[in-house]
T-cell receptor, first 112, second 116 residues
């Protein structure tokens, strides 16, 4: 089946630290990969995406590279801010389907 | 532009009562999804519709749950009878299935359900 595994949280960092949140996937087909972010009290919103191997998605200083050989899509940011505190979800879809399979989410807290 | 609108935002009810959650998708979107979020199980897809037709309801927990989409601008998720283990945040999301594929779902702010 199709599934997504994220590193367990919570993750707590100081402002300006480097961030990595690991994400690996299992897919029966050729997936598209996504990172969604959920700020407190809100619904999820798309942060970035990549639709084929070696693509790099980027937005708001966050980046993730689609690595087919390691079935990974790790989220990185060079210098985090307090406003980045949120829950981050890795997700995949297969074959252009709108249905997404989400990982369990990783809670990130940034301290000033 | 208005986003996905869900109501109620918060619902507290007693075990055995009927609960109805409502969702208005973004105008022009033809796919609608209901997700449930809990600490233990994370984000689970319950059911989704394309052009008002249910496509995949394999995530619906049991017969106590039902979802309808009578038209393109409205959907309901009903739980009858409700149980304490149904306590969760229920999200509605919509997307456009036509045109270039984006994979982007637009989520509402959620309905937090507490069953006592």
């Amino acid at each position: 089946g199709n599934s997504v595994t994220q590193m367990e949280g919570p993750v707590t960092l100081s402002e300006e630290a480097f961030l990595t949140i690991n994400c690996t996937y299992t897919a029966t087909g050729y997936p598209s990969l996504f990172w969604y972010v959920q700020y407190p009290g809100e619904g999820l919103q798309l942060l970035l995406k990549a639709t084929k191997a070696d693509d790099k998605g980027s937005n708001k200083g966050f980046e993730a590279t689609y690595r087919k050989e390691t079935t990974s899509f790790h989220l990185e940011k060079g210098s985090v801010q307090v406003s980045d505190s949120a829950v981050y979800f890795c997700a995949l879809s297969i074959g252009g389907a709108q249905k997404l399979v989400f990982g369990q989410g990783t809670r990130l807290t940034i301290n000033p | 532009d208005a986003g996905v609108i869900q109501s109620p935002r918060h619902e507290v009810t007693e075990m055995g009562q009927e609960v109805t959650l409502r969702c208005k998708p973004i105008s022009g979107h033809n796919s609608l999804f209901w997700y449930r979020q809990t600490m233990m199980r994370g984000l689970e897809l319950l059911i989704y519709f394309n052009n008002n037709v249910p496509i995949d309801d394999s995530g619906m927990p049991e017969d106590r749950f039902s979802a309808k989409m009578p038209n393109a601008s409205f959907s309901t998720l009903k739980i009858q009878p409700s149980e304490p283990r149904d306590s969760a945040v229920y999200f509605c999301a919509s997307s456009s299935a036509g045109g270039p594929y984006t994979g982007e779902l637009f989520f509402g702010e959620g309905s937090r359900l507490t069953v006592l």
